[in-house]
């Protein structure tokens, strides 16, 4: 029985949001978790972009300092279509699983219509739905933080050993 369908993940960047959730669908493999990861692409340890990594291994450079174009977040250029592609392939929201994770719900992922049409429907779904969600963001981002169905948890270098376990008490799993 699940006690919080919808849980939401914030912290500032670097707090461990991401780690978090790895742990989390490390510890729920029978629940096939649908959806994607972001991983930091790094060359000569210096950050140069971020890549979507879905439950199923498909991979595609989110965003990348060597990336033009117009949506662009700091120094780095971000890849909309490319980004709209990777989530067709994935199909978050058709895919069977009883468990969407899906980070981040970002600022980058944002620029996205259909990343945004597809956070909705997941969290509309009667699928659980475990999301890291920016800290900080524009008008997505914080109607998505007010819904009155979510679970808001705050990661700090506090609680951030214990959380693992609160989030799999909530799911009740």
Same mark, same amino acid.
Request: charged fraction near 30%; glycine fraction near 10%.
């Given at each position: 029985?699940v006690? #919080?369908?919808? *849980?939401?993940?914030?912290?500032?960047?670097?707090?461990?949001?991401t780690?978090?959730i790895? $742990? *989390?669908?490390?510890?729920?493999?029978?629940?096939?978790?649908?959806?994607?990861?972001t991983?930091?692409?790094r060359?000569?340890?210096t950050r +140069?972009g971020?890549?979507? *990594?879905s439950?199923?291994?498909?991979?595609? &450079? /989110?965003a990348h300092?060597?990336i033009?174009?117009?949506?662009r977040?700091?120094?780095?250029g971000?890849?909309?279509e490319?980004f709209? +592609?990777?989530?067709?392939?994935?199909?978050?929201?058709? #895919?069977a @699983?009883? !468990? &969407?994770v899906i980070?981040?719900? @970002?600022?980058? =992922?944002?620029?996205?219509? +259909?990343f945004r049409?597809?956070?909705?429907?997941?969290?509309?779904?009667?699928r659980?739905v475990?999301?890291?969600v #920016? =800290? $900080?963001?524009?008008?997505? *981002? =914080?109607?998505? $933080?007010?819904r009155?169905? &979510?679970? /808001? &948890?705050?990661?700090?270098s +506090?609680?951030?050993?214990q /959380?693992?376990?609160?989030v799999?008490?909530?799911l009740s !799993?």
């Amino acid at each position: 029985m699940v006690t #919080a369908r919808n *849980i939401l993940i914030t912290g500032s960047p670097g707090s461990g949001k991401t780690t978090l959730i790895d $742990k *989390i669908s490390g510890k729920l493999p029978g629940q096939r978790p649908v959806g994607f990861y972001t991983q930091e692409i790094r060359q000569g340890g210096t950050r +140069r972009g971020f890549e979507a *990594i879905s439950f199923d291994n498909t991979r595609m &450079i /989110l965003a990348h300092t060597d990336i033009g174009g117009s949506f662009r977040l700091g120094k780095y250029g971000v890849d909309v279509e490319g980004f709209e +592609r990777f989530l067709e392939k994935i199909d978050i929201v058709g #895919a069977a @699983g009883e !468990l &969407i994770v899906i980070d981040e719900i @970002g600022k980058m =992922e944002c620029f996205s219509a +259909r990343f945004r049409q597809l956070v909705t429907k997941a969290l509309d779904s009667d699928r659980v739905v475990i999301a890291t969600v #920016a =800290e $900080k963001g524009g008008s997505f *981002i =914080e109607e998505v $933080k007010k819904r009155p169905d &979510i679970s /808001l &948890i705050q990661l700090t270098s +506090r609680n951030r050993d214990q /959380l693992v376990d609160d989030v799999l008490r909530l799911l009740s !799993l």
